[in-house]
């Protein structure tokens, strides 16, 4: 089993929907999540951390839940520039786990 | 401005060819890393160094080798490049290494393999 897991997509949807990933981690002891937003042939950026009480940064929200080992990620509203892979990262012991991603291409 | 680059951007080297990637980061922090990202796969944790302390990963070829001559530079070392070994190369800095730290990342050396 992957230490992280998450549906390859992609996902297509039109401008303004909202749409939802998931993501699993096998590493009950995980420390530290994220979301990463990587566009094609370029470095992985931060798009925001997860923390246990959730937390909102504009149009997207990320909720962790420790109980069953998933992190998610909610886009509101979605733009043409939100089109990009969404990678999810758990931190476990010192270092970080990537998940290979979910590519969301978002279409007029 | 970039705070971690990575030179050169596009690299193509002969199968069995040494070659040398680099690294070199502005912000002063502590810790490097290296990562292996082929197409639609997750970025793969290499090593990374934290100041001078080497951490190798346990699935990591002897055929990838590391150094950091400063804080401020490091450098992967391909020794005899195969087919499978193309892929874009990431190197990335946090400050600690600390549970909530980001990482830089730079823009990546995509590598090609003839």
Known sequence: ?108 | DAMVIQNPRYQVTQFGKPVTLSCSQTLNHNVMYWYQQKSSQAPKLLFHYYDKDFNNEADTPDNFQSRRPNTSFCFLDIRSPGLGDAAMYLCATSRDGGPSEKLFFGSGTQLSVL
């Open chain 1, 1 to 108: 089993r992957k230490e992280v897991e998450q549906d390859p997509g992609p996902f297509n949807v039109p401008e303004g929907a909202t749409v939802a990933f998931n993501c699993t981690y096998s590493n009950s002891a995980s420390q530290s999540f994220f979301w990463y937003r990587q566009d094609c042939r370029k470095e992985p950026k931060l798009l925001m951390s997860v923390y246990s009480s959730g937390n909102e940064d504009g149009r997207f929200t990320a909720q962790l839940n420790r109980a069953s080992q998933y992190i998610s990620l909610l886009i509101r509203d979605s733009k043409l520039s939100d089109s990009a892979t969404y990678l999810c990262v758990v931190k476990s012991t010192d270092k970080l786990i990537f998940g290979t991603g979910t590519r969301l291409q978002v279409f007029p």
